[in-house]
């Protein structure tokens, strides 16, 4: 089973920052676009952030300007640095890959909370 390892969630107050990060295997790191999900509670899980392999980025409206979505490809990392930080952006969130390649990059994180006070 692929295991995606999230690092760096938190408690913010609002206006702060917060990065999380995100270990990925070689093999899925090299042939697939990663990314971030969130959920909040009582909502559906929704798109954050995709960093695609051929050097992409998109963001969500939400968050654009504010978040920044990197990779680091000698230690296999993906990177979210989460600024100007607002209450509406708690959440658990999801390192994931963008469900491409026939399976091999439909694998997610076990989550990571971050939660931003007024």
């Known amino acids: 089973q692929v295991k995606l390892l999230e690092s760096g969630g938190g408690s913010v107050q609002a206006g702060g920052s917060l990065k999380l990060s995100c270990a990925v295997p070689s093999h899925i790191f090299f042939a697939c676009g990663m990314g971030y999900y969130r959920q909040a509670p009582g909502k ?40 100007n930080l607002k209450t509406e952006d708690t959440g658990v969130y999801y390192c994931a890959g963008d469900g491409t390649g026939g399976g091999l990059c439909d694998v997610w994180g076990q989550g990571i909370q971050v939660t931003v006070s007024p």
């Open 44 to 83: 559906e899980r929704e798109f954050v952030s995709m960093f695609y392999s051929i050097g992409t980025k998109t963001y969500a409206d939400s968050v654009k300007g504010r978040f920044s979505i990197s990779r680091d490809n000698a230690d296999k990392m993906l990177f979210l640095q989460m600024n």
